[in-house]
């Protein structure tokens, strides 16, 4: 399919308005629209023309994620394009794991409620959350604070408890933990996304990037492409290095310029650690530990995380409210966007 000769998409009045374009012959299973069922059980159908951009929400690699309103029944989506050809491995692979997510079944995983395709893209219909933990971390270092660890502990148990779920319960992996992929609201939910599906649709990339420099990939995926290295280990690692991350405000490796570096730090240094003058606990800096063992082996599965004190003790905190710790976040950091749009408007 030839992408050049039809541009991008066109705006009209706000809206995207989508050229007709016929699917290639090998999505057999995907159109321009798909109908979802509302939890009055009633069901309703959602053409990608009836769906209107309000703004971007976040980009990436494989594509771009934009909220959306669908303009008949006012529901808002955030719906991410994946730019892809879809080959009929991963999309048998992409059906699998889009039927499972659309259950609804784990309260951990961002609500699915359908997919299509449209103008070579494959675009996948999700629940709106507020923010992602990679936005909402860098929200408290530019203001010098750091995450208090009753906030990290809930974030863990939560990413372990959906994790531990679809791997039990749907036989399915994510392959790319890290804080992009980790979305809170105010109500103080914290959910995963992107549970392996980019992955699927840009098989052919994915393969060609593996031996680059992904900074949350485990040292036994960077040594080589081995059956064991995509196991439920290789996702603690991921998590183990998100919460470095998140509770010291930077990521624990720097920026590789070669493969050969990443090999050299993730591979042959000892694993990363949180400095103790930060005041963390014991519990906290021992399941980092964990999670980073080298030998992924040796490296602790979802079971056996879920029953590490620093988890059992987050599941049982009802003192710490994660919904009014959200908001009153993004608050600030509305009120502190509103103050610096006051001072631009006015030439200070």
């Known amino acids: 399919m030839d992408m050049k000769k039809r541009g991008p998409p066109k705006f009209q009045n706000g809206g995207i308005v989508i050229p007709e374009t016929p699917p290639p012959p090998n999505v057999p299973n995907l159109d321009d629209k798909f109908v979802m069922t509302l939890d009055n059980g009633d069901q309703i159908e959602v053409d990608a023309r009836e769906l209107e951009r309000k703004r971007e929400l976040g980009r990436g690699a494989y594509g771009v994620v934009e909220e959306m309103i669908h303009r008949p029944t006012g529901m808002i989506f955030a719906v991410k394009r994946i730019h892809s050809s879809i080959n009929d491995e991963s999309q048998k692979l992409m059906s699998t794991e889009l039927k499972a997510m659309k259950s609804g079944s784990c309260e951990q995983m961002v609500r699915f409620f359908g997919a299509m395709f449209r103008e070579g893209d494959v675009w996948i219909c999700m629940e709106v959350m507020d923010v992602s933990l990679d936005k909402f971390y860098r929200m408290n270092v530019d203001h010098h604070r750091r995450l208090p660890e009753p906030f990290i502990a809930k974030v863990a148990l939560a990413v372990i408890d959906g994790l531990n779920f679809m791997k039990e319960q749907m036989g399915l992996m994510h392959r790319d933990v890290k804080p992009s992929n980790i979305l809170l609201n105010k109500q103080g939910a914290v959910k995963i996304c992107d549970f392996g599906i980019s992955g699927h649709l840009t098989n052919s990339i994915a393969k060609t990037i593996n031996a680059g420099c992904k900074p949350y990939m485990p040292p036994e995926r960077i040594e080589g492409e081995l059956k064991d290295a995509y196991g439920v280990q290789a996702d603690v690692w991921s998590l183990g290095i998100t919460l470095v991350e998140i509770s010291t405000g930077t990521h624990p490796y720097d920026r590789w310029k070669t493969p050969f570096e990443q090999l050299k730090q993730v591979v042959r240094e000892p694993s990363p650690q949180v ?28 079971a056996q995380l879920l029953e590490h004190p620093f988890l059992v003790k987050a599941k049982n905190n009802t003192s710490f409210d994660m919904g009014e710790f959200i908001t009153s976040v993004l608050r600030e950091e509305i009120k502190e966007e509103k103050f610096l749009q006051n001072l631009n408007m006015n030439g200070e």
Do not use: M, T, V, W
Not at 276 to 298: M, P, T, V, W
């Open 275 to 302: 400095d103790r003058r930060f005041g963390y606990s014991d519990e906290f800096h021992d399941f980092i530990a964990q999670c980073l063992i080298k030998n992924s082996n040796n490296r602790p599965k979802y």
